[in-house]
């Protein structure tokens, strides 16, 4: 099999991919249509492939999309497992269930955002008590200037030098990335009330995983990291069951943002929080894939860039097409070298996570 092959260029594509590989392996397919198109005009919707027996009490959850874009790893890591054939191997009583574009607004425009311009990964905070950010407030005249163009670029240089030698450049990281509720035009924006793909998450969760014992929540994402490495980040602290079980399960390159050990900054308002909530008398044991791709701040620029096109500029303008080619880039390179250690980091992580379920 050729893990390049398993990638795909647009989320259409993606979409028939998944679901044929999933049809020939055996799974059980179901789609949740989402209400809006694609910006070809063609259908939209998340797509669930169950592997393994519906009454099997350890199932394994492995999510693409969770932020758009990143969907075209995520997708490629899902179908490389399915066509390698290792849902052959998995252990008795353990189940898969395979969430395919859970956010496919966000793959098929080429967005980390649902289309309520929502980072999903910070839609599920307590909608009555939210999370206040006012880092975030601070520099959000910078990430959403008036014009996209060489002067706001300085400007905004400038004012993120100035947070970075006032607090530190992850306090910068974490006041831009690690989730805001005041500002709808801006990014890593968690929204005021459950977004679509937020639902339907829920959906997915009471149909298929409500009887297990043990879930294995693998949420697979890019952006943050060295090229091609796959981060496996955990919330939590040593001492702690889900951090112990997944640096059991994985080893010790379990990275921690509240340990401060993680490339990612401390985050609000998860879907993994959501799922542990979900399922109180389920032991669930959640762990993020993140593999990298370019720099961190070219990454938030072009997520910068992209608020800004979608909300003030023109998509089709030379500048509106030169944007969505840099947020494409920044969350998937398209390299075959990239796409060959996403696949093989995926299957070996799906594949401990299968073996820590048995012997759970
Ligand atoms: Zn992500």
Redesign the pocket.
């Known amino acids: 099999m050729s893990a390049v092959s398993c990638f795909s260029k647009d989320y259409a594509e993606a979409r028939r991919k998944f679901r044929a590989a999933a049809a020939k392996a055996g799974a059980i397919l179901k789609s949740y249509p989402h209400p809006e198109k694609g910006p070809g005009g063609e259908d939209l919707a998340t797509d669930v492939a169950r592997i393994g027996s519906p009454s099997a009490k350890r199932v394994l959850l492995i999510q693409s999309a ?2 758009g874009v ?1 969907g075209f790893c995520g997708s490629g890591a899902q179908i490389a497992w399915l066509r390698g054939g290792d849902w052959k191997r998995l252990p008795k009583g353990v189940a898969v269930v395979l969430v395919h574009a859970i956010n496919p607004f966000g793959f098929a425009w080429v967005r ?1 955002v649902t289309q309520e311009n929502v980072d999903l ?1 910070r839609n599920f905070p307590d909608f009555r008590a939210l999370p206040k950010r006012p880092a975030y407030g601070e520099i959000q005249p910078f990430i959403f200037p008036e014009r996209w163009d060489e002067a706001s670029s300085a400007a905004r240089r400038k004012a993120f030098g100035a947070f970075v030698a006032k607090h530190g450049a992850m306090a910068l990281q974490e006041a831009i990335s690690g989730g805001q509720y005041g500002h709808a035009d801006g990014i890593f924006y968690g929204g005021h009330e459950p977004t679509w793909s937020h639902r339907t998450f829920k959906e997915i969760v009471a149909r298929y995983l409500s009887k297990a014992r043990h879930v294995a929540f693998v949420d697979l ?3 943050l990291g060295p090229y091609g490495h796959g981060e496996l980040i955990s919330m939590g602290w040593p001492g702690i069951g889900q951090y112990d079980r997944n640096c059991a399960w994985y080893g010790q390159a379990v990275t921690s943002p509240e340990a401060g050990s993680s490339t990612s900054a401390k985050l609000v308002g998860l879907m993994e929080q959501a799922l542990a909530k979900m399922l109180p008398d389920t032991t669930v044991t959640s762990v ?1 894939i ?1 593999y990298g791709t370019f720099p961190t701040e070219e990454v938030l620029e072009s997520l910068m860039a992209d608020n800004w096109l979608h909300l003030r500029g023109d998509l089709a303008s030379p500048l509106g097409r030169a944007i969505k080619a840099r947020i494409r880039r920044a969350f998937y390179p398209d390299e075959d070298d990239w796409k060959e250690l996403v696949a093989l980091k995926a299957r070996l992580v799906f594949r401990r996570a299968a073996a820590g379920l048995a012997a759970s």
């Open positions: 969770t932020h990143e980390r990964n994402h890019t952006g993020a993140e």
